[in-house]
T-cell receptor
């Protein structure tokens, strides 16, 4: 069965410093992986997705993630945090090899950004 | 606005009452999903439709829950004899049927409180 583990429930950074949100996955085949962001009182928004093309995936708002099969990881990074990045971030694996019939979410990482 | 719309945004009900939520997906999207999110957790899959056909149901979807998408457009999720454990955010998402790994677009959710 597919699953994702987000290694940190809460990450706090200062504005202008790098962001690293960690995610490990478990999948019996080549997975499709996603990062979604959830701002308070707003819907989930897709940041980026990995679909077995390039292992380094660039997303919106300066975020990127690298798929590392040997480490079963898909960590989300951003070189310089902005106050508007404060939100909940979810790592997601697709259950059907990318059909999105069933998205499996991690428990989320809350990102705080200090001025 | 052509995004996923959910109604109501908030619902407070007494234990034992029935509630119904509505989701209007993006008009050209054939797939529609329901998820449930409790405090501090990631969204959990409940069920999904391709057009009017309900293709999968999670074990989380007890016999008190029923979902419909009668004309392949909007969908309703009904909970009968609500329990306090049903208190959660209910999220709806939609995506095009064609193209694996396409993005799922989420609504802002319906927050249910059972008192």
């Amino acid at each position: 069965a597919q699953s994702v583990t987000q290694l940190d429930s809460h990450v706090s950074v200062s504005e202008g410093t790098p962001v690293l949100l960690r995610c490990n996955y478990s999948s019996s085949y080549s997975p499709s992986l996603f990062w979604y962001v959830q701002h308070p009182n707003k819907g989930l928004q897709l940041l980026l997705k990995y679909t077995s093309a390039a292992t380094l995936v660039k997303g919106i708002n300066g975020f990127e993630a690298e798929f590392k099969k040997s480490e079963t990881s898909f960590h989300l990074t951003k070189p310089s945090a902005h106050m508007s990045d404060a939100a909940e971030y979810f790592c997601v694996v697709s259950d059907y090899g990318g059909s999105q019939g069933n998205l499996i979410f991690g428990k989320g990482t809350k990102l705080s950004v200090k001025p | 606005d052509t995004g996923v719309s959910q109604d109501p945004r908030h619902k407070i009900t007494k234990r034992g009452q029935n509630v119904t939520f509505r989701c209007d997906p993006i008009s050209e999207h054939n797939r529609l999903y329901w998820y449930r999110q409790t405090l501090g957790q990631g969204p959990e899959f409940l069920t999904y439709f391709q057009n009017e056909a309900q293709l999968e149901k999670s074990r989380l979807l007890s016999d008190r829950f029923s979902a419909e998408r009668p004309k392949g457009s909007f969908s309703t999720l009904e909970i009968q004899r609500t329990e306090q454990g049903d208190s959660a955010m209910y999220l709806c998402a939609s995506s095009p049927a064609q193209g694996a790994n396409t993005e799922a677009f989420f609504g802002q959710g319906t927050r249910l409180t059972v008192v």
